[in-house]
C-alpha cells in the first residue's frame, strides 16, 4: 500500500467530524467574535479543519493562517483547498503561490499558507488571533512549555482538540498479552518523541496554571467500524494508516519480537480487509480563554 501523509488526512475528516465534541462546538459559536475574525491553527495539515468550519457554518467571513512544518502539506492544501471550495459553490481567487480567498455572497475568507515550525513562526507573528486552534497537535509535543508559547498567538480562544488520552483500542483481541504489550509500547514511543500520551487529561492541569479560563471540555473518540462489512467514506484507510504508525513506531522496538509483530500487523490489516476491525482512541476537546498578565 502506498502511504500518503494528505491522503490520511484527507482519510480521517469522516472519523474526526463524528469525534469531535459537539458541546465544544458550541461553545466555541457561542464565544466567536461578531467582526470578521482571525483565525491561525497550528499543525493545520491540509486544510481539512478549514473546510470543516466552513461547512458547518461556523465561520463567514475570517482571515485564516495556516501553520504546517511540513511542505508537502502545505503544497497540497494550496491545490486541495480551491477544489473543495470550488466543489461547494464557492468562488476563488489565488492573490500568491500561498494566498487563497474563498467566498460567496455569505462567506469571504482570506487563507494564508505558511510553511514553517510554528514555534519559528511564533516570534515573527506580529498581530495576535482571535482564536488559536491545535487539531490532533499538542500531544506531538513537549508540555507545558509548548503550550505556553502557543498562547501567545492569542489574546482570546484556543480551541484544542483531538488531544490524545491513553486508550487504544483494536478489537477482535488476536492475543490479550500482546495486544497490551504493543499498546503500551506504542504509547511509550510518544513520550521518547517529546509527546505525551495522557495529554488529553493533563491539560486540565496545563491550563489551570497558565491561567486559562476552560469554557468547556469534552471526549472526542476516534471511533472505526464497518457498517454491512464497508467502513465508511476512506475509513479503511485511515487504519491502514494507522497501523503504519504502529509499524513505524515500532518495528525497531527491542522489547518487541520483530516476527511476531509483524504477524500482529498482517492479522490487523487483513481484519480491515474483512470489516471486523474496531479501532477505538480516546481523546478530549477543549475550548480555552486565554488571558495574558
Not at 465508511?232 to 504508525?245: M, N, R, T, W
Request: net charge negative; glycine share 4%; charged share 25%.
Amino acid at each position: 500500500m502506498n502511504y500518503s501523509f494528505p491522503h490520511y488526512l484527507l482519510a480521517k475528516q469522516s472519523v474526526d467530524d463524528r469525534a469531535l465534541n459537539k458541546d465544544v462546538v458550541k461553545a466555541l459559536q457561542a464565544h466567536l467574535p461578531q467582526r470578521p475574525i482571525r483565525i491561525v491553527e497550528v499543525g493545520a495539515g491540509v486544510g481539512t479543519m478549514l473546510k470543516r468550519l466552513v461547512c458547518w457554518n461556523i465561520i463567514s467571513k475570517a482571515e485564516y493562517v495556516m501553520v504546517d512544518k511540513l511542505t508537502e502539506n502545505i503544497e497540497y492544501a494550496s491545490a486541495w483547498i480551491p477544489q473543495w471550495a470550488e466543489e461547494t459553490g464557492l468562488s476563488v481567487e489565488r492573490s500568491g503561490k500561498n494566498q487563497l480567498r474563498v467566498f460567496n455572497q455569505a462567506y469571504d475568507i482570506h487563507i494564508q499558507l505558511t510553511q514553517a515550525d510554528v514555534f519559528d513562526f511564533i516570534p515573527k507573528n506580529k498581530k495576535s488571533f482571535d482564536v488559536l486552534i491545535a487539531h490532533a497537535f499538542l500531544d506531538l509535543l513537549p508540555m507545558p512549555k509548548s503550550l505556553e508559547k502557543l498562547f501567545m498567538l492569542t489574546n482570546h480562544l484556543a480551541w484544542l482538540t483531538l488531544n490524545f488520552d491513553g486508550v487504544t483500542t483494536f478489537e477482535p483481541t488476536i492475543d490479550t498479552i500482546l495486544d497490551k504489550k504493543i499498546e503500551r509500547l506504542y504509547h511509550k514511543t510518544m513520550k521518547a518523541s517529546g509527546g505525551d500520551s495522557q495529554s488529553g487529561r493533563h491539560l486540565f492541569n496545563y491550563l489551570q496554571k497558565l491561567n486559562a479560563e476552560i469554557l468547556a471540555a469534552g471526549s472526542s473518540d476516534w471511533v472505526v467500524h464497518a457498517i454491512g462489512g464497508k467502513y465508511p467514506q476512506d475509513e479503511a484507510y485511515f487504519l491502514h494508516f494507522i497501523l503504519h504508525f504502529f509499524e513505524e513506531s515500532l518495528k525497531d522496538c527491542k522489547e518487541l519480537n520483530k516476527k511476531i509483530f509483524f504477524e500482529w500487523l498482517r492479522k490487523r490489516h487483513e481484519q480491515i480487509e474483512n470489516g471486523e476491525l474496531v479501532y477505538v482512541a480516546h481523546q478530549l476537546d477543549f475550548l480555552a480563554k486565554v488571558h495574558h498578565e
